[in-house]
């Protein structure tokens, strides 16, 4: 026969599948018809049973029964429970709520016990929250199954707080550090297992989410550069600090792709999110980068009317590493071409223009593409129009060509843009930046002023080419750039030619040129510069 140990252990599976089973397929009060019956069919020894002798066990009296295990001092018991209860039917999940309120006390309780009492509170709210994290994972936290919970809802606020201030606590202990993990768990779960814009309820209001946030970034030490190999699904969480370094940094994305935050929580301790999500982006480990993105673009689509997420996502376009450039643009694309994102159309050309001078033809395809919606988005006049279709080419030079003889008339604001980006870059950026430049120009119309009278008073509020306002600001702010920056030599020669075809503005660039040469206080200055870059413009015209 077989050893009573296999038989031990048949009767704990056993056991465990018969109480995942009741947990399952118990149904609320409300889910029940009159006259129903939990047990029905032809069975003749079911039907000989007297009325009297059928007991039908409620879904509140099954979870009490459950819950009652969880103390028990055999492991195995509490195993099963905890495996039992985690997979309870979500409708009933407000009634195994309630049935758990009994021990909030002695979950909570903070009163001066003996060791062996601390052990077995400290046990309990360990088990505690397996169970609430198996909940999450079965999609307990549902709209449905939360929206109108009352009581039951003010227990998980509670349970949260509480877990928070205990995890807060500098011990160091294999216990606590289990606790910290489940509850980094049953906080992502939670929120995936929900929609995040149902997700409004007390428990994970904003300003809780971001304490969570900062609270589980220390846990989530810089050691986590191999997440990949981590999260393989043979070596999943196998040291107990590796896991818990993993599953914070996972419950921070989930806690910011969960719904909206505040320009005070942007601005909080130095940018601290904003970091944080650079430092995602910028990692070389795949899994972590793709988190970066996922997270960059749920806080677009979460924070529409936070134009400071808008630009720090476009900065970091232009200044941020490959890796860091590159994941902000493609969740730009993504959430560009999902709905219309409040964004602005000057930037947005731009920043599309310069992404298609990158060295992945994928890129390219994805900025040429999103540069079709933006021109359809805001020229709807032309949507229907082919001969106002961006043809597909890979030259960043051709496409921004294309866009500049179609719209003149935004030339002189691309132009701004355009010289912002520069001076606050560098290097090859600035070389693709003068390239895209050149073709606007050649929309330029100068207009003669005397550079050493007064600027008009409606000088700022003038945008169109062929006006004063464009005048000054395009050759004050090509002299400046060519003078400091020559080592763009075949750029800046390429500006000049574009901005010299037109037939007016040799004559007006020569009169600025010798306004310029006679200012008595920075000939000995401005003069070898000016006769350094004379040469090539007079060769170019």
């Given at each position: ?383 229907d129009d082919n001969q106002h279709k961006l043809l597909k080419t890979d ?147």
């Amino acid at each position: 026969g077989r050893s009573r140990r296999t038989i031990e252990k048949g009767d704990k599976c056993l056991w465990r599948n018969l109480m995942i089973l009741c947990c399952k397929t118990v149904r609320c009060p409300s889910q029940f018809n009159k006259g129903s019956e939990l047990i029905a069919g032809p069975l003749p020894q079911l039907a000989s049973m007297k009325e009297s002798s059928m007991y039908i066990l409620t879904a509140g009296e099954l979870f009490k029964r459950i819950i009652a295990l969880l103390r028990n001092e055999s492991l195995d018991a509490q195993e099963i429970a905890v495996t039992a209860l985690g997979a309870s039917n979500p409708d009933c999940f407000s009634i195994l709520v309630s049935c758990m309120d009994t021990y909030l006390g002695e979950i909570l309780g903070g009163r001066t016990e003996t060791v062996r009492r601390r052990r077995r509170r400290e046990n309990l709210r360990l088990q505690v929250s397996r169970v609430y994290e198996l909940c999450a994972d079965n999609g307990c936290f549902k709209k449905d199954n939360i929206g109108d919970m009352g009581e039951p809802i003010d227990f998980i606020t509670q349970y949260i707080d509480h877990t928070k201030s205990i995890c807060e606590e500098d011990k160091d202990s294999s216990i606590l550090t289990d606790l910290k993990y489940r509850f980094c768990e049953f906080i992502r779960k939670m929120i995936i297992g929900s929609d995040s814009s149902e997700l409004h309820f007390e428990s994970l209001a904003p300003v809780r989410r971001m304490e969570l946030f900062r609270l589980f970034r220390t846990w989530c030490h810089h050691d986590i550069e191999s997440l990949s190999e981590k999260l393989d699904k043979n070596k999943l969480f196998n040291a107990s600090m590796g896991r818990l370094n993993t599953a914070s940094l996972l419950a921070m994305c989930a806690l910011l792709n969960a719904g909206p935050i505040s320009e005070n929580d942007l601005r909080h301790n130095n940018n601290e999110i904003l970091n944080w999500l650079k430092y995602l982006l910028g990692s070389d480990d795949k899994y972590m980068h793709s988190l970066g993105c996922q997270v960059t673009e749920m806080l677009l689509l979460n924070n529409p009317e936070k134009r400071r997420i808008l630009q720090w996502v476009t900065d970091q376009c232009y200044l941020g590493s490959n890796n860091i450039a590159l994941g902000c643009f493609l969740a730009l694309v993504r959430v560009l071409a999902n709905c219309e994102y409040p964004c602005q159309l000057t930037p947005t050309i731009v920043l599309t223009l310069y992404m298609s001078a990158h060295s992945e033809p994928g890129v390219r395809e994805k900025a040429t593409y999103l540069l079709q919606l933006i021109v359809n988005r805001f020229f709807k006049e032309w949507r229907d129009d082919n001969q106002h279709k961006l043809l597909k080419t890979d030259s960043h030079v051709m496409l921004s060509r294309q866009l500049s003889h179609q719209h003149k008339e935004i030339s002189l604001p691309v132009f701004q843009e355009i010289i912002n980006r520069f001076c606050h870059s560098n290097g090859h950026t600035q070389k693709v930046l003068l390239q895209i430049l050149a073709p606007w120009l050649c929309n330029i119309e100068f207009v003669e002023y005397q550079l050493l009278q007064s600027p008009p008073k409606q000088f700022s509020k003038v945008k169109c080419t062929g006006s004063v306002h464009g005048s000054i600001l395009v050759f004050t702010n090509l002299m400046w750039i060519t003078i400091k920056n020559w080592e763009h030599e075949a750029e800046l020669q390429e500006l000049w030619g574009e901005l010299m075809s037109h037939p007016s503005n040799a004559r007006v660039i020569l009169n600025y040129i010798i306004t310029l040469a006679s200012l008595g206080a920075i000939p000995n200055v401005i003069l070898p510069q000016i006769k350094k870059k004379k040469v090539p413009t007079a060769t170019l015209r």
